[in-house]
Antibody
């Protein structure tokens, strides 16, 4: 049974870089029929898609965060990574990693499912 | 401000049916049949309950149903139960040629009276 586990620093100072990892266990991280994502939820607010990464390494990011976000996957370590630069208090949130299915034909993603397996989330506070 | 608009709260009595709306635009809900719904209990990760507008994942109660008309998607919970009290989030694909984008609604708190 696939499980995802996020981990991170818990507290980050303003203007610094937030770095999170997500360990994948109980299944493969390198199958081409899945993609992976990061989603966050500020306290008392709704969910926000941060970005996705595919088996090919290609990434897609929320336009509002694109310039500050780096997402990667390390298949040898079975982990995903998220880096968010120049953080402010507005980046305080619970951060989730998640998995979704996709269909790829001749290297082109032709169908995407929504995220069906989520980690439990890790809380990050931005404060001096 | 979220890209998709949901009511902040909806309530109902046990056994009743309630419907949650999710309004988007021609760039997301109006174009793609990739609308999904998540249920989230306090302190827990979201759980997928509807995908592809109206499909239910294995194990999800048939009391949950989804639909779409134009730029608005809806989630209906029939036979409301105490365990249905939670936050519900809609989620839609909003990408285009060469780029991917996904948008969430602001979430709706369902209260069972």
């Amino acid at each position: 049974q696939l499980q995802l586990q996020e981990s991170g620093p818990g507290l980050v100072k303003p203007s610094e870089t937030l770095s999170l990892t997500c360990i994948v266990s109980g299944g493969s991280i390198s199958r081409s029929n899945y993609y992976w994502g990061w989603i966050r939820q500020p306290p008392g607010k709704g969910l926000e898609w941060i970005g996705s990464v595919y088996h090919s390494g290609r990434t897609h990011k929320n336009p509002s965060l694109k310039s500050r976000v780096t997402i990667s996957v390390d298949t040898s370590k079975k982990q995903l990574s998220l880096k968010l630069t120049s953080v402010t208090a507005a980046d305080t949130a619970v951060y989730y990693c998640a998995r979704a299915a996709c269909v790829t034909t001749y290297g082109v993603v032709t169908h995407r499912d929504p995220f069906d397996i989520w980690g439990q989330g890790t809380t990050v506070a931005v404060s001096s | 401000q979220s890209a998709l608009t949901q009511p902040a709260s909806v309530s109902g009595s046990p056994g009743q049916s309630i419907t949650i709306s999710c309004t988007g635009t021609n760039s997301d809900i109006g174009t793609f049949d990739l609308v999904s719904w998540y249920q989230q209990h306090p302190g827990k990760a979201p759980k997928l309950i509807i995908y592809g507008v109206s499909e239910r994942p294995s194990g999800v109660s048939n009391r949950f149903s989804g639909s779409k008309s134009g730029n608005t998607a809806s989630l209906t919970i029939s036979g409301l139960q105490a365990e249905d009290e939670a936050d519900y989030h809609c989620f839609s694909y909003a990408g285009g040629i060469g780029f991917e984008n996904w948008v969430f609604g602001g979430g709706t708190k369902v209260t069972v009276l």
